[in-house]
């Protein structure tokens, strides 16, 4: 019969189990009750069939106790074996959390090296000195840490690692350790980087500070460069004007001579008035913008003067010598004095091309000094040098604009290349040094040149 069947209930009363568990086995004799003998019953047969299946019962229940403790003892079993399970991956978490604390914790002394040097090499040099007194504190506490020994991990089933709640607490701790150990490592490495980020922030002030008294002094140089042009130019402006005031004394009175008109002579005396003005002028010496101010006042009062001039003899122009129309000539250059200087337009032209080869031979230009000699500037070269060194004021070759006088600054003395140059090629465009001006010639003048086509 299957095991999960029930076994058929006997006829009469149930069996009393204590009466089966006493009965005897079987292959002895029972003692039959009188009652039994009385009734004329027949063990086997018959109501009394159920002293027959004790056996078999017996054994059933005590199949059916073996088998509930074997199951019993698996669940048991199985259990145990989950709870090694989950306390060997609890462990594995512990020690992962503490290999990480290690990691970290290992790598302090790199860290810990690199700021101490950090920290050294910045002394007296970071634009805020607290984050040097942080890294300290954090220099402390990593060394500090740095000595901890990482927390034990036991094995499962010891007296610490027994229940997941043991398992909970050290993982517990073992990641509190290394996040305090990543924590120490991070602020550390941030704090190393404040104290590097301070000291390159003082040395770009510093590189700022040099730069900016580089500047200064560059500055200051450079004004000064400014300053000593501005007086020279100053210094040069001041002696043309004053050649233009004492020019135009001789200007004022020849064309009062030959009859000019009184509103031009009269806008030379009103320049001429400022020019005496800007001359009487001070300026402070030390100051570059007092002294340019005072160039500029003197330069444009000596323009003025010479403008004036020129339109005045403009007046009186009849082409003779000295009164020639400046507009039917061609200017060649400013002479010494800031005077505009012309010869006639021929003359230029051959002129320009004698420039052009003394440029090539000499890399510097071929300058005219004094070109075309108005009668009143005539008049006043008498009076500075003499009847024996100038022409008679309406005599001179100046005056018809064929004449040029070269500086002598550059070259033109006897037996100096530029002079015996002029004098070789000047012919070949017309251009002369005359026999009394050549060295011997009675009035040495190496540095005057006469056109004659």
């Keep these: 019969m299957p095991l999960n069947a029930e076994p058929p209930a006997p006829a009469g009363p149930p069996l009393d189990p204590a009466a089966v568990a006493s009965s005897p086995p079987q292959g002895t004799t029972a003692e039959v009750p009188d009652e039994a003998r009385h009734q004329g019953t027949t063990p086997g047969r018959g109501p009394s069939d159920g002293g027959s299946m004790r056996p078999l019962v017996v054994f059933l229940i005590a199949a059916a106790v073996a088998l509930v403790g074997s199951i019993v003892f698996a669940f048991v079993h199985i259990g145990n074996e989950r709870e090694r399970a989950e306390l060997a991956d609890a462990r594995a978490d512990v020690v992962q959390a503490v290999d990480e604390g290690r990691t ?153 001579d030959v009859g000019a008109p009184a509103a031009v002579r009269k806008a030379i005396m009103t ?14 010496l030390s100051n570059l913008r007092s002294v340019q101010a005072l160039g500029e006042r003197r330069e444009a009062a000596r323009a003025a003067i010479e403008a004036a001039a020129w339109d005045a003899r403009a007046t009186v122009a009849d082409g003779s010598n000295g009164r020639l129309d400046v507009d039917e000539l061609c200017k060649v250059g400013v002479g010494p004095e800031g005077q505009d200087q012309y010869l006639r337009c021929d003359a230029a032209q051959a002129w320009k091309k004698l420039d052009a080869r003394f440029k090539a031979e000499f890399g510097k230009p071929l300058r005219v000094e004094y070109g075309y000699r108005p009668y009143d500037w005539q008049l006043q070269a008498l009076d500075e040098f003499g009847s024996g060194q100038v022409a008679a004021p309406g005599t001179s070759n100046h005056g018809l604009a064929l004449a040029a006088d070269v500086p002598v600054d550059d070259g033109f003395r006897f037996g100096r290349p530029e002079y015996t140059w002029l004098a070789a090629n000047g012919p070949k465009v017309g251009w002369h040094h005359p026999e009394w001006a050549r060295q011997g010639g009675g009035r040495e003048e190496p540095w005057h040149f006469e056109y004659v086509g």
Excluded: C, F
């Design 104 to 256: 970290a914790q290992e790598g302090l002394a790199q860290q810990i090296a690199t700021a101490e040097k950090v920290l050294a090499s910045s002394d007296g040099k970071v634009v805020d000195s607290a984050v040097r007194v942080d890294l300290v504190g954090h220099i402390a506490a990593a060394k500090e840490l740095g000595a901890m020994r990482p927390p034990a991990v036991p094995e499962p089933g010891t007296a610490a690692l027994d229940t997941t709640e043991d398992a909970d607490a050290l993982e517990a701790a073992a990641t509190e350790w290394a996040i305090t150990m990543r924590t120490t490592a991070t602020t550390l490495v941030a704090a190393t980087e404040d104290v590097q980020a301070s000291n390159r922030q003082w040395q770009q002030n510093r590189k700022d500070a040099k730069a900016k008294a580089i500047a200064a002094a560059e500055r200051t140089k450079k004004a000064a460069a400014q300053l000593k042009t501005a007086k020279v130019t100053l210094t040069k402006v001041t002696a043309q004007l004053k050649i233009s005031v004492r020019d135009s004394e001789y200007t004022l009175s020849w064309t009062a």
């Design 271 to 284: 320049h001429r008035a400022e020019g005496k003005a800007a001359l009487a002028a001070g300026a402070n």
